[in-house]
C-alpha cells in the first residue's frame, strides 16, 4: 500500500478517521503532531506558548522530512501542514493526500469545549474559523489528490468510503 496521508482543517476528523482507518487495514500510524510532542517532549500548546509558533512550523518540517523511509503508513498531519510549500511537495512524494473537509459550523460545534489547539485558544468563533479556512482552502485543495467529506456521517460510514475509494483507484 502507498501511504495514505491525511490533511484537512482542525476539527475534520483527521484523527479518528486515521486511527479507525489504521485498524482496519491493519497498518502502521504516524501522527506527526504526536511524534512532535515525542520528540520535544513538550504538549503541542507548549510550543505555541513557549517557542512560538515559528518554531512549530520548523519541527513540523523537520518531522515530516525524517518520514522519508516510511511505507505502508496512514500519516495523519495537523492542519497547518499546508502553509509551506516544501511540506505540500513533500506529502506529494511519500503518499497519496486525502483533504477532510467540513463545515465550519460543524468544526465549531466538534471543538468548542476543547483547550488544546493554541489557535482557536482565543478565537472559538465562526467568524475566526471561517476566515481561517478561506485563507487556507486553496492550500488545502492544491495539496489534495482527493477529498471526502465529513459531514453528517459517522466515522465507520467515511473510514469505509475511504478504503471503497482507494481499492477502486487501486492504492491498496
Ligand atoms: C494547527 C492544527 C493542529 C496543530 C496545531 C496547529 C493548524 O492540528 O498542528 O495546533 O495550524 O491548523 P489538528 O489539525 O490536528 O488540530
Given at each position: 500500500m502507498n501511504n495514505l496521508i491525511?490533511?484537512?482543517?482542525?476539527?475534520?476528523g483527521k484523527t479518528s478517521i486515521s486511527n479507525l482507518l489504521s485498524k482496519k487495514l491493519n497498518?502502521?500510524?504516524i501522527d506527526i503532531d504526536i511524534l512532535i510532542e515525542e520528540n520535544k517532549k513538550m504538549s503541542i500548546s507548549q510550543i505555541f506558548e513557549k517557542l512560538g509558533e515559528d518554531s512549530f512550523r520548523n519541527f513540523e518540517t523537520e518531522t515530516l522530512r525524517s518520514l522519508h523511509d516510511i511505507k505502508n503508513t496512514i500519516i495523519s498531519c495537523g492542519g497547518g501542514i499546508i502553509l509551506r510549500k516544501e511540506n505540500v511537495?513533500?506529502?506529494k512524494k511519500i503518499g497519496t493526500v486525502i483533504l477532510l473537509k467540513s463545515k465550519p459550523e460543524t468544526i465549531l460545534n466538534r471543538l468548542k469545549n476543547t483547550v488544546d489547539r493554541p489557535l482557536l485558544n482565543n478565537n472559538m468563533n465562526l467568524e475566526f474559523i471561517k476566515n481561517k479556512m478561506n485563507e487556507r482552502e486553496l492550500l488545502y485543495e492544491n495539496a489534495k489528490d482527493f477529498v471526502i467529506y465529513n459531514e453528517n456521517k459517522t466515522i465507520e460510514f467515511v473510514v469505509d468510503e475511504i478504503i471503497n475509494k482507494i481499492k477502486k483507484?487501486?492504492?491498496i
Open positions: 491525511f490533511i484537512g482543517f482542525m476539527g475534520t497498518t502502521k500510524l511537495e513533500y506529502l483507484d487501486n492504492l
